[in-house]
């Protein structure tokens, strides 16, 4: 791909440099950062080019002079940094004046393609405003929307359409140069990071459950997971990281009690509730100030958050209150075409969620959800015993976390739960159909009359049962019967999350 005919086109101020109002100082000029580094990757494949709107002109606030001068030291800034701005296009207007150099407009692309010979298609706009990716889709590029400057201000006013949303620069040239980099055709995971980026929703494996993702930083991408799921708006969705970096970028004030749980058990099935940062969008959090964050332990999981260089927001994939899936027929099952992808990885090894733990003012720490990560685990990890938070929710209540709803993971036949080690009831003798799930193969005696029985795990083993727990849930529902009854397993280890999902599947109906 020849450098000569394909373009990134920059916005100014909130993209390059500080946005500080209506400059006319050289003086009051500040790079990010990030700038330099970026703009040199960019620029050894692309062509770069300065489109700003400067309304100031228009109002009286700075004159044109004031605008060319600032330019002209920040293209002189980069030429000394070793980066080539081919021009610098300025419209000077207000949005009042209906000129057609303004942005949106892409009339400043149109002018450098027919000057320079730039492919508009392949070439990319970046901004820290929603015209900025408006200018791009009207020439028939891609706009990337950067949450710098005003782009955490304005991203509710983002719409859809071929764009990426970017937290910085860096980030953004990352994602510009391993799009343009790539020979041949893609791979599953790298078509799934495309369609992630560009604002899809795709299923994807970890080690827990199959989650349906979208960019986290992104809420119009957000919101079509809730609506795919046909998930309440109430329900917040925890967030899945690329690397150990983004905590820091995601969250703050830590406590040390979740730094140490961090180091002991990520990446892997655990989750932490902490207060947020500003480039997590309301949508993720439902509105609360803190966000659910992890690093799934599954290969397929890593890749494809490396490949997408941006944070996940991945709740469960299948129907909001339903059984979760562990393999990528049950998401086929349950969601069908109402997604743009099912990235398969097989089944998923613990087979249950993760495990959700929130802290007390003075870091104590608290299983909102129990999980894949045992309350034993959590407390040799962290040096002190967890609290488990003593109530459910119900359908009225807002939770801090995903999974803490009084029902949830059920399935659509009535179930009814035994207390592990209790005596089997007999089915009712009114000719309906009943099936039963046991948690093992020490009961002698089952009564006659269920059409089908079905073990978690013969010999008892509480991770076995995890990793089946599920499927075998989603087998007997599929199969239409008219009652199910499951028996719990040991309430320690893993145990007491699967009770969990049992209690939760059934409504908390504990019959016999």
């Not at 209506?22 to 009051?28: A, G, M, P, W, Y």
């Not at 494949?45 to 002079?65: A, P, Y």
Request: net charge negative; aromatic share 6%.
């Amino acid at each position: 791909m020849s450098r000569s005919d394909i373009a990134v086109f920059l916005d100014r101020d909130g993209t390059i440099i500080e946005d500080r109002g209506d400059l006319s100082r050289v003086e009051d000029v500040v790079f990010f950062s990030d700038t330099f580094e970026s703009l040199r990757r960019l620029n050894a494949k692309f062509r770069l080019f300065l489109i700003t709107n400067q309304s100031g002109v228009s109002k009286g606030t700075i004159t044109m002079h004031d605008v060319q001068r600032v330019n002209k030291h920040v293209v002189n800034v980069l030429q000394d940094e070793g980066i080539a701005v081919d021009d610098v296009f300025v419209c000077p207007h207000d949005k009042s004046d209906e000129c057609k150099c303004r942005k949106p407009s892409p009339y400043y692309l149109e002018v450098a393609a027919e000057r320079y010979g730039i492919d508009l298609k392949r070439s990319y706009v970046l901004g820290d405003h929603p015209h900025d990716v408006e200018t791009a889709i009207a020439a028939g590029g891609c706009g990337v929307y950067l949450l710098t400057g005003h782009g955490i201000r304005h991203i509710a006013e983002l719409g859809d359409g071929d764009r990426i949303v970017a937290a910085c620069l860096s980030d953004a040239a990352d994602m510009i140069l391993d799009e343009t980099g790539r020979a041949g055709e893609l791979t599953n995971t790298e078509q799934a990071a495309h369609l992630l980026r560009r604002g899809g929703i795709v299923a994807f494996p970890t080690e827990t459950v199959y989650g349906l993702a979208a960019n986290a930083l992104d809420p119009c991408a957000v919101a079509k997971v809730f609506a795919a799921k046909q998930r309440p708006h109430f329900d917040p969705l925890i967030v899945h990281l690329p690397d150990i970096a983004w905590l820091d970028r995601l969250a703050r004030d830590i406590p040390d009690t979740a730094v140490r749980l961090v180091d002991t058990c990520w990446p892997g099935p655990l989750t932490i509730v902490v207060p947020r940062s500003e480039l997590i969008p309301d949508i993720v959090t439902s509105g609360l100030d803190t966000v659910a964050l992890r690093m799934p332990d599954h290969p397929l999981a890593k890749e494809l958050l490396d490949k997408c260089g941006v944070p996940l927001a991945a709740p469960s994939a299948n129907r909001f209150g339903c059984i979760s899936p562990t393999c990528a027929q049950h998401v086929q099952d349950s969601l069908g075409n109402d997604i743009d992808m099912i990235l398969d990885g097989g089944k998923c090894r613990v087979g249950i969620e993760s495990t959700i733990v929130a802290f007390e003012d003075s870091g104590l720490p608290v299983i909102l959800r129990p999980g894949g990560i045992s309350p034993e685990m959590l407390e040799e990890a962290c040096g002190c015993r967890p609290r488990m938070i003593p109530h459910l929710l119900s359908k009225d209540d807002y939770p801090q976390a995903p999974g803490m709803l009084e029902r949830h993971y059920s399935p659509a036949t009535p179930l009814l739960l035994i207390e592990n080690g209790a005596d089997v009831p007999a089915p009712p003798p009114d000719g309906r159909r009943c099936a039963l799930l046991l948690a093992d193969k020490q009961k002698t005696t089952v009564p006659h009359g269920f059409s089908a029985v079905e073990i978690l795990s013969p010999d008892g083993n509480l991770t076995e049962s995890a990793q089946r727990l599920f499927a075998l849930l989603r087998k007997l529902d599929a199969d239409n019967y008219d009652l199910l009854y499951a028996e719990l397993v040991p309430d320690n280890g893993l145990g007491v999350a699967i009770n969990d999902r049992l209690k939760r599947a059934a409504g908390q109906k504990i019959a016999f």
